[in-house]
Every structure is written in C-alpha cells, then in structure tokens.
C-alpha cells in the first residue's frame, strides 16, 4: 500500500519529469552546435526502437524519410567499419524484441524507403506475448514477439537478425550457467531458423558488466549492443556498441538531434548529476 510519501515522491517525478525532457533537449540543441564545429570525423549513431503501433506509423513515416534523404542508413553490423563511403552521417536502425507490430507497421516503411534494419529477438518468446517483466504502462506489455516463419521471412529479406537472448533476464543478476544458457542457446536457435552465423546480441535493459562481456565473447558474438546515448567511434569496444533511444512518438527536432548523435550529451548530464546528488 503506497504512503502519502509514496504518493509525493510519485507526484515530484511526475511533475519533473517533462521539465527533465526539456532539459535534455536544449543541451542536445547547443551540444549540436557545438558538435558541428569540431567534429571532423564521421558521425556514426545506432538507434533503437521497441514497438511500433499502428497509430504511430505517419510519426514512424517521417523519422525514416528524414534518415532516407540526410543519412546514410547502414546495417548495424557495418557500423564499426572504416569505409562508409565518405558519408558523414552514418545511421543504423535496431529493434528490440522483435514485436509483431515492428513486422506489420515499421517493416513496410523501412521497405518503402529501402532503409535495413536490426531486429534484436528474444528467441525463447517467440510467437508469444512477452515472459519478462514490464511495467504496467508500457505500450508493448501485450504484443507478441514474431514468429519464426516471419522471422525466416525477414532474414531472406536481408534484415539482420541477432539475438535478445532467450527470455530477457537480467542478465548481470543471473547465475554463470544460465548465462551461459541464455547467450549461446538462443545464438545457436537463431541460427537454426536463419540457417548462418548469429554474430550480434543486445543486453536486455542494457544491463552488462564484465562478466557479461567475457561469456557474450566466449558464445562467440562479434558484436554486442547496449543502451548507453554513446556515439560510435575508434575507441568503442565491439561488445559495447552504444544506442540512442528513439520512439516513433518524438519530435521531428528532437528525432534529428538523436540521429546526428547530439542526444550523447545526456551520458555528460547523468554524470553531472552524480557528482551534484550522490547517492
């Protein structure tokens, strides 16, 4: 039972957290700006979606006709490499847990534009709503992770296909064995359904450490993906690959600030705010 305390923290949180967006915004705005007059090198960003809905696919529409006409659109597993073409702005788009609604809603459109695209697939949830716990407002907590055929289907349609592992633990809080379970059996399930090598796999929740990254390499991935705003350069390690968060649901200003890679001044505000308000 929530206490008036509860009730208040809840309120506070509520009430900052608009004002938190519009922070991240104008830091993203000037961080932009600054980017843009140092950086030399070419601009490398792997963004990451869940679901995309029905309703959200005109907002969905927009994104990917900007990353079509100003972007170089890339498959992730190209983002570490050294010859993008003299491009400048080098975009990879992922999605995790591989919903149904990403197939019939964001597929057509990634289509249409001939963009590629990651899907990251929690492989012992297929066909079924996700096992894994979610919050109880979260927008993709009743969709269904697709299926083989379709993800078979998808493969043949040169979209990459890694893993999510099997049941989306949290992964720094299980055990070495199930680790070991979870990283190499849905590697090797995948690839089964794709018929060749599984190379890449997103941490669940973005939860890695150490540990996770020595069985991620000992199962044979060459490439891991987090969910830290980092942008991709020489000193990204490819087990730790970083991605933007985005949503069909963001403005059109603010899709742009995370596709040229300005959003990264988010990882300098949540240092800031460490040192300001330890815990």
């Given at each position: 039972m929530r206490t008036s305390k509860d009730n208040k923290q809840i309120?506070?949180?509520q009430t900052l957290k608009p004002l938190k967006k519009i922070t991240e915004i104008i830091f993203a705005l000037i961080y932009a700006v600054f980017l843009s007059v140092i950086r030399k090198d070419i601009s490398r960003v792997v963004l990451y979606y869940h679901g995309v809905s029905k309703a959200d696919t005109g907002c969905f529409k927009k994104q990917m006709e900007y990353l079509a006409r100003r972007c170089t659109v890339i498959k992730a597993s190209e983002i570490m490499a050294t010859d993008v073409g003299g491009a400048k702005n080098v975009v990879a788009i992922t999605f995790d847990d591989a919903f149904v609604n990403v197939m019939e809603n964001a597929v057509?459109?990634?289509?249409e534009?001939?963009?590629?695209g990651d899907i990251f697939v929690p492989v012992g949830n297929l066909g079924q709503i996700p096992h894994w716990e979610m919050p109880e407002n979260c927008p993709d907590k009743n969709e269904t992770v697709m299926s083989k055929e379709q993800i078979e289907q998808l493969d043949k349609e040169g979209f990459e296909i890694f893993s999510h592992t099997l049941s989306h633990p949290v992964l720094t809080e299980i055990q070495d064995s199930r680790l070991d379970v979870e990283l190499i059996e849905s590697k090797q399930a995948l690839e089964r359904i794709v018929?060749?090598?599984?190379i890449g796999i997103s941490y669940p929740g973005g939860s890695y450490d150490t540990r996770v990254l020595k069985a991620a390499e000992k199962a044979g991935y060459k490439l891991g993906f987090t969910i830290e705003p980092d942008v991709v350069d020489k000193a990204t390690g490819c087990l730790e690959i970083g991605r933007v968060s985005v949503s069909p649901k963001d403005s059109l200003i603010k899709f742009k600030l995370k596709a040229i890679g300005a959003y990264h001044v988010v990882t300098y505000l949540r240092m800031l705010k460490r040192t300001l308000v330890p815990a």
């Open positions: 309120s506070m949180l057509p459109i990634l289509r534009y001939g963009l590629p018929g060749h090598e599984v």
